[in-house]
């Protein structure tokens, strides 16, 4: 049974929910399969400890607010359940009661009478099993921090001048640590490492207390803190163990095992050492203590949990132009002195996400580099992937959202972006990345710092403009990389589109574009459209309907010419460390707004009341067994709500006490 790929448009507050494909799981080998699940759920497990490092009271918080909401027996339309529903699900996603992203508390606009009611009725004895507190309990401990603004009013205080620690409600510190406590301890530590060059990461999974007067750290490990939810995790790590795809990968399961057994730092940097090196296994995952923006010193790091594999198509794309760099080397219009002779393209990694957990669900990073250690990223390297899945799912959403309909100009422009977009938009990417970064050479004698503060926004031009040339190119049909001669317009469109309109939407009013890449874009854009204005037909213009402005491009292959004149001047200006031309491109083109266009882009965006937020739906795994007990079958199922999942989730992954102290 396969069941199709459903897309989502749930909403509510500032959120949107999508899905991600898991595109080729089902073609995977059952062994494949199987690590995967296992490696899933290991990402699955966690849950309950990144909910309790993110404030004390949450996971009874959860445990109360999903008891009204099975339980309800009132009117599920008034007023207060609604406020009542949105405030639940925005707890789920903020894995606790404040924002992920602003890490303010979420506020509670529903009455505290409705809740006491709700409450009274499920009755006292059930909610005293389910809650493990008397509802005259939840209202003297839990209800002033539901809704009294003053109390946990936010996650992490990063505001100097008050305690730190003190000012935050992350769960990181015992409520009678200090922060100069805490920096004392940490900064004693440190200064008794026995190899100072490669320092642990200190305090990293354990809870800082004082117990009778002395600072004590209570370990995040198997038969400590949180080793319930570890135990678990455990358990699928050891099944992935007996599935993998080498001895390295087994090698690297193993030693996390052992850390998560020991909490011992040294193993952890054994652990990651091993894990960065494994290159070559096909499924990967990331698990454990990761990042530290949770805690206000930046020591402690929340619990995440990933499971992925290599995106096959992908990463076949970019062996094909890493294969024929020389030949785009060879045929680029930049003056033959400053290519290179011999070059050599660079294999992007693109990897499938499978599950989403922790810190990394349901809002996620759509790129990861770890490890976080300097030490070890400077002696042993970093993996450093880009998720394509969900940047597929971002860029579904944004078809559907009236953003396209809004800004494109006609109805045909809109099909070809609609038909072509998105697989020229990986395109572009691949060919900067692969192959842009990477052309062309400096003349002799050359500082290649020469471009000062304009050298990054050049640069990024130069490698634009490598793949705004390229994505034209028969040689690309050719190749199997574009489906046909006509889809690279879809790319010119929607890149002269963002650099003249849509990427003002990121610019607050008044203010200009400062960011290298944006600014980029920009000089592509206003040069192109500068330069076409004094040809006869010009290729490209804006135009005005209905007070709206709108880019139009009149003929393709003429501003194809025009990205092949910019690129070899741009290459020019790069070799030749021309800082005068930099400086001169960059301050004509790159920077300023017109401020009338610029208003008018604003409103027209703030119209359209996009969500500014989003986060992901996990797809299921169900299993088959046969009669030895063995997995037989692992498939993949998508299409539950969000609501469906969270509650799910509290069940099947509740693995720790409701409050841990
Ligand atoms: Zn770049």
Known sequence: ?????????????????????????????????????????????????????????????????????????????????KKFSVYLKRVWFSNGIHHHYSTDKLPATFSPDFLEEALQNIGNNVVEAETGA?????????????????????????????????????????????????????????????????????????RLVKENGQLKERLWRSGELYGPAIDRIIF??????????????????????????????????????????????????????????????????????????????????????????????????????????TTRGITAKVIIAAMLGGDLYPSSAIGINLPNSNWVRAEHGSKSVTIGNLTDA?????????????????????????????????????LHECLGHGSGR?????????????????????????????????????????????????????????????????????????????????????WVLHHASSLAIPPVQLTTIQGKTFLKINDYEALRKLFAQLLSEVQRIKSEGDYEAAAQLVETYGINVNQELHNEILQRYKALNLAPYKGFINPEYIVEYDEKGNISDVQIKYGETFEHQMLRYSQQYATLPLIND
């Open 442 to 526: 400096m003349a002799e004698g050359v500082d290649p710092d020469a471009l000062k503060a304009y050298g990054s926004c050049i640069e990024e031009a130069r490698a634009d403009l490598f793949a705004l040339y390229y994505i034209a190119d028969p040689k690309l049909v050719a190749l199997g990389l574009t489906p046909d001669a006509k889809a690279y317009k879809s790319q010119y469109y929607t890149y002269l589109m963002n650099g003249l309109l849509t990427q003002l939407v990121r610019i607050e009013p008044g203010c200009n574009i400062e960011e290298a890449h944006m600014r980029n874009r920009a000089l592509i854009a206003h």
């Open 1 to 81: 049974m396969q069941e199709d790929f459903i897309y989502t448009d749930e909403r509510f507050a500032d959120i949107q929910l999508l899905r991600y494909k898991v595109a080729g799981f089902d073609k995977l080998p059952l062994r494949q399969r199987t690590l995967i699940y296992y490696l899933s759920q290991a990402a699955l497990e966690g849950r309950d400890i990144l909910w309790d490092q993110n404030g004390r009271y949450n996971l009874r918080i959860r445990k109360m607010l999903e008891l009204v909401f099975t339980h309800y027996q009132g009117n599920r339309e008034s007023d207060n359940f």
């Open 236 to 341: 699928w790590l050891d099944k992935a163990k007996t599935v993998a795809e080498n001895p390295k990968q087994a090698e690297v399961i193993d030693c996390l095992i052992q850390f998560y057994r020991s909490g011992d730092l040294r193993t952890f940097d054994k652990y990651t050492i091993l894990w960065v090196n494994d290159t070559e296994s096909f499924v990967d995952f990331t698990n454990g203590f990761t990042e530290t923006y949770g805690d206000p010193l930046g020591l402690k790091a929340s619990w995440e949990g990933f499971a992925n594999f290599k995106d096959i198509v992908a990463t076949a794309r970019t062996e094909t132009l890493a294969a024929n760099a020389q030949w785009f080397e060879d045929n680029s219009p930049v003056d033959p002195l400053f290519k290179k002779q």
């Open 134 to 206: 008397t509802i005259e309990q939840l209202k003297a401990e839990i209800f002033p921090v539901l809704f009294n603004p003053q109390i946990m009013p936010k996650r992490v205080n990063q505001a100097e001048g008050a305690d730190l620690i003190a000012t935050s409600a992350a769960n990181y510190y015992g409520s009678d640590v200090t922060q100069a406590e805490a920096e004392a301890f940490y900064a004693h530590q440190k200064s008794l490492a026995s190899d100072p060059s490669r320092p642990v990461m200190y305090g990293m999974n354990s």
């Open 394 to 430: 971002y860029n579904k959403a944004a078809h559907g959202n009236g953003f396209l309909d809004e800004f494109v100009i006609d109805a045909d422009t809109l099909e070809l972006i609609n038909t072509y977009g998105d697989a020229c938009d990986d395109l572009h990417t691949d």
